[in-house]
């Protein structure tokens, strides 16, 4: 069970305040109580019991999960599984794990939270991720109508395919293949072959 977003989550800033948030068992209770005094304080537990489903400790739970999510990550670059003890069903345990996962996405910038930074999330960039090429690349510049395909094209890696009679064929990288259209950006030429690259990257690559 994930839990709607209707929680506020905590403000980055609030995470050095706020220091290590535990969850405790205390009976049918939770106390979920954030150390709020500006020094230092170690990092935030990774273990969490739940038992109570009233609406302010689950949202406490949220909060706690997500502050602690944050602090386990520190400064990678991938996520880290949560570890909450107790009924893993329970909705105060769920909401402690959704938090975590939570913080962390956002911390990353995973908009779309499945543990990957794509090129289109928040998160992403292009100095360091991906290919590490910025902008528009130079072998699509002056095409309008099929700049995305074009781009598509461009960031493809060298690939290789064997045909029916057993001979091996070596297809140079997106980059190489665009630099060696016979036509200028722009041009029903140059879309034409930028079209029949993309077929054949997909008759080899993806089916």
């Not at 070596?170 to 879309?191: C, H, M, W, Y």
């Amino acid at each position: 069970m994930r839990m709607p977003r209707f929680f506020r989550r905590p403000r980055p800033a609030a995470i050095l305040a706020a220091g290590a948030a535990v969850v405790i068992l205390a009976g049918a209770s939770v106390a979920v109580t954030p150390d709020t005094t500006p020094a230092a304080a170690p990092r935030p537990a990774r273990t969490a019991t739940v038992n109570d489903t009233a609406t302010a400790d689950i949202v406490g739970a949220y909060n706690a999960g997500w502050i602690a999510g944050v602090a386990d990550l520190g400064d990678g670059t991938k996520p880290t599984a949560p570890k909450a003890t107790g009924d893993a069903n329970h909705p105060g345990t769920v909401a402690w794990a959704d938090g975590w996962i939570d913080g962390q996405a956002d911390a990353l910038g995973d908009d779309n939270r499945d543990g990957i930074v794509d090129e289109d999330e928040s998160g992403w960039d292009c100095r360091t991720m991906g290919n590490r090429q910025c902008g528009t690349p130079p072998q699509c510049r002056g095409e309008i109508e099929f700049a995305d395909v074009c781009a598509t094209v461009a960031d493809r890696p060298a690939y290789a395919w064997t045909d029916e009679d057993g001979t091996p064929h070596s297809v140079a990288n997106g980059r190489e293949l665009l630099a060696q259209i016979d036509a200028k950006p722009g041009t029903e030429e140059f879309a034409a072959a930028l079209f029949a690259l993309d077929t054949q990257w997909v008759q080899h690559n993806e089916n």
